[in-house]
T-cell receptor
Framework: KNQVEQSPQSLIILEGKNCTLQCNYTVSPFSNLRWYKQDTGRGPVSLTIMTFSENTKSNGRYTATLDADTKQSSLHITASQLSDSASYIC???????????FGAGTTVTVRA | EPEVTQTPSHQVTQMGQEVILRCVPISNHLYFYWYRQILGQKVEFLVSFYNNEISEKSEIFDDQFSVERPDGSNFTLKIRSTKLEDSAMYFCATQGGLAPIYNEQFFGPGTRLTVL
């Protein structure tokens, strides 16, 4: 069964600090990996999407990395802001069906 | 910027009743999806829809569920006889194309379904 595991489950950081979230997956064959931001009670919003040939992709203060060999990805948030408080979800798509497999998310709380 | 819209934002229903959740996709998008998220749990795939038929469905999407695009605009999810465990947030997502560069899925704001 295709799985996406994220760590940590939650974290608290001070405004202005950096943090890194981890994602491990077993989806195979692999098509692409996305990171989504989900505010409470809202739909997920895409941050980055990477195919197997991409190692890193940035979107403002968000930088995602991908190691398709080890099936690992990370999302780095630089100079965190209060508005970064949300759940960050790692989502993997397999090349056979394009169905998305979601991780459970990492809840990030940014405090002033 | 184009966005996916969903109605209603919140639906309360009695167990055993039928509910229809509606989604208006981004114009010109061809692929449509329903997902659900039970409170505190991860998002789960329900069904994908293309060219007026289901292309894939999960084990969650049993005979109680159906989808259709009745008027070429709205994309609906029907639950025929709701159960308590159907209480969840239901998200619609739409996509322009299947090629990786295009298969960005755009999510709607969700409909919160509460079954009493």
């Amino acid at each position: 069964k295709n799985q996406v595991e994220q760590s940590p489950q939650s974290l608290i950081i001070l405004e202005g600090k950096n943090c890194t979230l981890q994602c491990n997956y077993t989806v195979s064959p692999f098509s692409n990996l996305r990171w989504y931001k989900q505010d409470t009670g809202r739909g997920p919003v895409s941050l980055t999407i990477m195919t197997f040939s991409e190692n890193t992709k940035s979107n403002g203060r968000y930088t995602a990395t991908l190691d398709a060999d080890t099936k690992q990805s990370s999302l780095h948030i630089t100079a965190s802001q209060l508005s970064d408080s949300a759940s960050y979800i790692c989502v993997v798509s397999g090349s056979n069906d394009y169905k998305l497999s979601f991780g459970a998310g990492t809840t990030v709380t940014v405090r002033a | 910027e184009p966005e996916v819209t969903q109605t209603p934002s919140h639906q309360v229903t009695q167990m055993g009743q039928e509910v229809i959740l509606r989604c208006v996709p981004i114009s010109n998008h061809l692929y449509f999806y329903w997902y659900r998220q039970i409170l505190g749990q991860k998002v789960e795939f329900l069904v994908s829809f293309y060219n007026n038929e289901i292309s894939e469905k999960s084990e969650i999407f049993d005979d109680q569920f159906s989808v259709e695009r009745p008027d070429g605009s709205n994309f609906t999810l029907k639950i025929r006889s709701t159960k308590l465990e159907d209480s969840a947030m239901y998200f619609c997502a739409t996509q322009g194309g299947l090629a990786p560069i295009y298969n960005e899925q755009f999510f709607g704001p969700g409909t919160r379904l509460t079954v009493l």
